[in-house]
């Protein structure tokens, strides 16, 4: 067994979501719970599903659990004794970790504090942030660690495996389809072992050791990250004596219950190879073709055997999976002849290497912050496709969605569905490090545009409209309405995105052959039809939409809906100037003119017109107008704007309960405006969603909604770069470094810009730049631009060369094209 079950009362909560989905299997009618909310009234989450069905979904729960409190009382009583012997301390939050650490212990060495960290949450036995270890496996399904390639992805011995792309079921009831997982396998003994769990996402790889005094057993899983079809299972069996028996390994699967999602028909077993295929039931829209499914894997015994002659034995179990048939056979040959030249584990460690190499981050004397980025970072790695993937490697990527590739199942995880969450949120920190990675993101889209153009018409609007959530087909599956309908923000976040896309890497291709162009188009033409002219005011107006603060839908005049029409409407014509087109004047036109809410006499901005003072609100709304999306404003307005939106005549605003992406932008707004005890506060809220040991993130600070939430991990890593390294994105890089919390030493490592690679090193009075790396002769060559106060006089001015590393003070630098 792995880890350890305890029964809690906790756990009833969760377990009524499984008997939900269990209720209503995927080919069925849609159940009333949807999302799985802590308020009878919040909306907490990037999606639809608000509180529209919640009490509905919490009658139908009760009822469960009325007949389950009716035992539970008598269970209780005989499992007092059980409960204190086996109380879980990973369910305790890292927040509270962070907080003692950070804050409380300020004189604490890294050392010091690492050893803190273990008694007070985790042991982890290594000092390097990229590997994680637990002596028990969690059963908590928030806590469990995933594997993924960005093809394929799964949470580790779970009975399930998600494909990108794989979806099953009609319209809103669109989801990822189920393959029953071939690669879900546990080793034990039948002998007294002590095991150890390791995640180390250095290497992709997760890892259980068994040890006893005679034998050591070291299982290893990954997602290959060269191989992307295929998921690996590798146990090494190792004698640690003279002792000469045969040792015999058990071998347990847990393939799962048949899927509903995809109609399997199995081979029978063929020289150790094993093969089922199947098409998904119910395509997603009637423009969508039949999926197909083709799995191979090896046959699983259900033991495996080091002979008494032998001191060692390797035993490799691979699957593989495609939509097409010969595209699952081949990788699967492949993987076999790689593991018998012994490469097959070498090359997925060695292209996870590089790809840390090409970007990442560093902070010296805080061990727990570094291991919180490496994480959030690999996860979301996890979910993208792998770098310089052509040919037969490379495929379709179909987005990244809030819980990434290894969850979003029917009614869990807002169903694998791509919202705003990854333009907003998990794409930025990608754009800075890996721009390929982001230009794939934007391609889930442009591959939709024809989509996009029906659902405008189909509302009477011209241009390109991008449903609030989309999956295979780029047409709208989002199952409430009332978002669906209102919440079309979204078709500004990825205008928004594509500009700063197009700032970083003036990707000519990409805009030219690659639709680029044609989506900054289509996104401005939606605009102009969608805004009205008010011709009294001069000035052009929104109505009837739902803000990011889905606590209310149906407004007029969204601050941050306006503002991103304003950036889509406004694209167009700087793109034009790139590859020398032209676009109707009437769009900029109307840029310029687009209405922001402003109070001139309480000096900030209503989040919508009609909009009171102390409205409660779900998440960062507002205060995005300062960053991510950069509006100018005066130093006083901004402050307004952060402080009336956290509280107001003593009362919270902004819901302390709601998602994780709301503190860090609060951190790094505080953080311009050089209010750090400010922004030491809410940076310590991000924390709160984290959950150990393998540093998964969940929706809610209570471990409710979407896992493993990489939206809050987009979140997080922005509040890294984007606050404590104080980036912007304009017509030149800005940088503007801030130590993190107990930190002398801040590397960024690989910022690529304009196709050069940066190297940055803050330290308490210095920062270093080296350029790296140039991908070829044609890219521009750039400076470094230093200046402590925005003046025209006294800068100066270092020509970036070549592995030449240029040092100044640590002040406000940019790094400009010659």
């Known amino acids: 067994m ?341 490469e097959l584990f070498s090359s997925h460690v060695s292209a996870w290497k590089s790809k840390w190499q090409k970007g990442h981050i560093d902070i010296d004397n805080n061990i727990f912050l570094s291991r919180v980025i490496y994480s959030s970072m690999y996860y979301i790695l996890s979910s993208l496709p792998p770098l310089n993937t052509t040919g037969r490697l490379s495929f379709p990527f179909y987005g990244l969605a809030p819980g990434g590739l290894a969850n979003g199942a029917g009614y869990l995880d807002y169903m694998g569905h791509v919202f705003w969450d990854q333009e907003t949120w998990m794409y930025p920190p990608m754009l800075l490090l890996y721009p390929s990675l982001a230009k794939a993101m934007l391609s889930a889209r442009t591959k939709h545009i024809d989509a ?111 503002l991103v029409a304003k950036i889509s409407l406004l694209l167009p014509e700087y793109i034009a100037q790139l590859v020398n087109s032209s676009v109707p004047a009437s769009w900029n036109k109307a840029g310029n003119k687009m209405y922001i809410p402003y109070d001139d006499v309480i000096k900030y901005h209503p989040e919508y017109d009609g909009y009171q003072l102390g409205t409660f609100i779900k998440q960062a709304d507002v205060i995005l107008l300062g960053f991510p999306l950069m509006y100018e404003m005066p130093v006083d307005v901004k402050t307004n704007d952060l402080l009336l939106y956290d509280t107001y005549k003593g009362k919270a605003v902004t819901n302390r309960d709601g998602p994780a992406m709301t503190w860090a932008m609060f951190t790094i707004n505080w953080l311009k405006l050089k209010n750090f005890s400010k922004a030491e506060n809410v940076f310590n809220k991000t924390f709160a969603n984290l959950q150990g040991p393998f540093m998964t993130w969940t929706e809610n600070p209570d471990g409710s909604g979407a896992v493993n939430f990489q939206t809050g991990m987009g979140g997080f890593l922005q509040t890294i770069m984007f606050g404590f390294g104080g980036i912007r994105i304009g017509e030149c890089l800005d940088v503007d470094f801030v130590l993190p919390p107990k930190s002398s030493t801040f590397n960024i490592t690989g910022l690529n810009y304009l196709g050069s690679s940066l190297n940055f090193v803050a330290q308490e009075t210095s920062l270093s730049v080296t350029l790296t790396e140039k991908e070829d002769n044609h890219v521009p060559n750039l400076q470094l631009i230093v200046s402590p106060v925005k003046t025209v006089i006294h800068k100066e001015i270092y020509a970036l060369k070549l592995g030449v590393t240029v040092n100044i003070s640590r002040v406000p630098a940019r790094v400009c094209k010659i």
């Not at 009760?62 to 005989?78: D, E, K, Q, R, T």
């Not at 079809?229 to 071998?251: A, E, G, Y």
């Not at 449903?467 to 990825?494: K, L």
Request: with cysteine; hydrophobic share 30%; proline share 4%.
């Open 2 to 342: 792995i880890g350890k079950t305890v029964f809690s009362p906790l756990n009833c909560k969760m377990e009524s979501k499984n008997i939900v989905n269990e209720k209503y299997p995927s080919h069925g009618p849609r159940p009333i719970l949807y999302h799985h909310h802590r308020h009878q009234s919040s909306h907490n989450g990037p999606c639809c599903g608000r509180g529209q069905n919640e009490m509905r979904g919490l009658l139908q729960v009760a009822g469960v659990l009325f007949i389950l409190l009716a035992s539970l009382n008598v269970i209780l009583s005989l499992n007092t004794q059980l409960l204190d012997n086996n109380h879980d301390d990973t369910t305790q939050t890292i927040s509270e970790l962070f907080y003692k650490i950070l804050y409380k212990q300020p004189n604490k060495t890294s050392e010091t504090q690492e050893k803190e960290y273990s008694g007070y949450h985790h042991e982890y036995l290594s000092d390097d942030p990229t590997v994680f270890t637990s002596s028990s496996f969690p059963a908590n399904r928030k806590q469990q660690p995933s594997i993924g390639n960005g093809y394929l992805a799964t949470v580790v011995y779970s009975n399930t495996i998600f494909v990108n792309g794989l979806y099953n079921g009609k319209g809103t009831n669109s989801h990822r389809a189920r393959v029953p997982s071939t690669a879900a396998i546990t080793a034990s003994l039948q002998e007294s072992a002590s095991h150890l769990y390791t995640l180390n996402v250095r290497k992709g790889i997760f890892v259980h050791e068994i040890t006893t005094d005679n034998i050591e057993i070291t299982h290893s899983i990954y997602a290959h990250q060269v191989l992307n079809r295929l998921l690996v299972n590798q146990i090494t069996i190792n004698r640690k004596s003279s002792k000469s028996d045969d040792i015999v390994v058990k071998l347990d699967t847990n393939f799962g219950p048949k899927s509903f999602d995809i109609n399997f028909s199995e081979s029978p077993v063929k020289n150790g190879k094993r093969y089922m295929h199947g098409r998904v039931k119910e395509p997603e829209h009637d423009s969508s073709e039949v999926i197909m499914t083709y799995v191979y894997w090896t046959d699983i015994p259900s033991y495996i055997t080091l002979p008494k002659n032998a001191s060692t034995k390797r035993y490799t179990f691979i699957t593989s999976i495609s939509k097409t048939d010969e595209d699952a056979n081949y990788f699967y040959t492949e993987g076999i002849k790689m593991d018998a030249a012994n």
């Open 452 to 562: 996009a153009k029906d659902i405008a018409r189909s509302k009477g609007y011209n241009g390109t409209m991008f449903p609030w959530e989309m999956a295979y087909s780029g047409y709208d599956v989002c199952p409430d309405s009332t978002v669906g309908n209102f919440e079309q923000h979204v078709n500004g976040d990825i205008a928004y995105a594509l500009q700063q896309y197009v700032r970083m890497t003036e990707d000519v291709t990409f805009l030219l052959e690659e639709h680029g162009f044609d989506l900054a188009k289509g996104l401005a033409e939606f605009w102009f039809s969608r805004a009205e002219y008010n011709g009294i005011k001069d000035r052009y107006e929104i109505n009837g939409v739902m803000p990011p603060d889905e606590y209310h839908s149906n407004v007029n005049n969204s601050a941050y809906t306006n």
